[in-house]
């Protein structure tokens, strides 16, 4: 029976238990890494800076001379553009590697990248591809909703006039906006805590992953919606969080930018390289509520299919096994052919009993008619 409010408490004695029971600095270090490369990387400053101080050049002063080094500046661009585009790529498939990596690091207590990755390559593989699928179809669709948005937009103004148009405009305007919110939520909600443990510890591709997601999704309907609010809390606390992780992390690298002296593209250049190091900080000392995060989805997903595999593997230290050695024993060897009790070795503290018994046995053989002397 899938309960969200007991999947959440599950989820909440896993981060601590998986965090510091026991405290393994190694644990943290590769996790806090992990969560720093699935948030990605970004370069849209360095664009914005590029453009900003591009924008005032005078291109009708460019002298003739300067129209030979046409093709260098053409071949650089494209290069450059190029190679912005390879970074990317590369980005996104080092999100995608570390997301997946993270949610086996979550459900197993240990973090071997290695092997982590041998076992979940496929997932990667999968979980790669869409996502860059799923950013060309969306940037693709960016374009074509924004030259239907002027195209309507044209319309409207002519066919209703200004006044009327803009507000028909603006109103079709806020609820197609609430609309991309709403489906932009849910589908994270579900590509992240559904498809993506799918593929993971099921091993299912990306299309069989999001078909297997909805039938879960309509059998317990109200169960997801919980989840959903579940997560949109945490998502609020989160946030609120992160601004103030981000607020500490832009006055200390501001703080230090004045001691390059600096500006221009080389200013947001130096910024971006000194955010890494406080983005990797921020990364290890806010890694509990990814994970919770994480425990929560696999937690539910455990309730929702009932599969063994979303069970927690919480490590345990291992104890020194302890060897008890036993004594050899070394048996006297028995002698072979007729025993004599002269042969027998005699202690000293039982010699009064051996002579005794030594003179008993005389005494019985004198009476048979055998006499044996006694023993000393």
Not at 244 to 263: C, K, W
Not at 346 to 359: F, I, P, R, T
């Amino acid at each position: 029976m899938t309960t969200t409010a007991g999947a959440f408490r599950r989820a909440w004695r896993q981060v601590p238990r998986l965090l510091f029971r026991p405290f393994r600095l190694s644990f943290w270090l590769r996790m806090a890494l992990l969560y720093f490369l699935m948030q990605g990387f970004s370069l849209i400053n360095l664009y914005l800076q590029f453009e900003e101080h591009t924008a005032d050049l005078d291109l009708t002063q460019i002298s003739i001379w300067n129209l030979k080094l046409l093709p260098f500046l053409i071949t650089a661009t494209v290069t450059l553009l190029v190679g912005l585009i390879l970074f990317k790529i590369i980005a996104t498939f080092y999100a995608a590697a570390s997301r997946i990596l993270f949610y086996d690091g979550v459900r197993t207590g240990l973090m071997d990248y290695l092997s982590s990755f041998r076992k979940h390559c496929y997932a990667v593989f999968c979980y790669f591809v869409w996502k860059i699928t799923f950013a060309v179809f969306a940037l693709t669709g960016f374009i074509f909703l924004s030259i239907c948005a002027l195209a309507l937009s044209a319309w409207l103004v002519e066919m209703k006039g200004d006044q009327a148009g803009l507000l028909l405009l603006l109103t079709l305007g806020i609820g197609g906006l609430i609309n991309i919110l709403l489906f932009g939520f849910f589908y994270s909600i579900t590509l992240d805590s559904i498809v993506v443990p799918l593929m993971i510890f099921q091993d299912y591709g990306v299309m069989k992953a999001w078909s297997r997601a909805f039938d879960l999704i309509f059998a317990s309907l109200g169960e997801f919606i919980l989840y959903a609010y579940y997560r949109f809390t945490i998502g609020i606390a989160e946030t609120i969080i992160f601004l103030f992780a981000a607020l500490f992390t832009g006055v200390f690298t501001y703080s230090l930018i004045g001691l390059f002296h600096v500006s221009g593209v080389m200013r947001e250049l130096v910024l971006f390289l000194l955010t890494i190091p406080a983005s990797l900080f921020g990364a290890f000392f806010l890694l509990p509520i990814p994970i919770l995060k994480d425990a929560f989805a696999i937690a539910f997903m455990n309730d929702l299919t009932g599969n063994a595999a979303y069970s927690f593997k919480t490590p345990v230290k291992k104890k020194e096994s302890v060897i008890l050695s036993t004594p050899e024993w070394n048996p006297t060897p028995i002698p072979t052919g007729p025993i004599s009790f002269r042969d027998i070795p005699l202690e000293e503290q039982n010699s009064s009993l051996a002579y005794s018994s030594d003179e008993g046995i005389a005494s019985k053989d004198k009476e048979d008619g055998e006499t044996i002397p006694p023993a000393g």
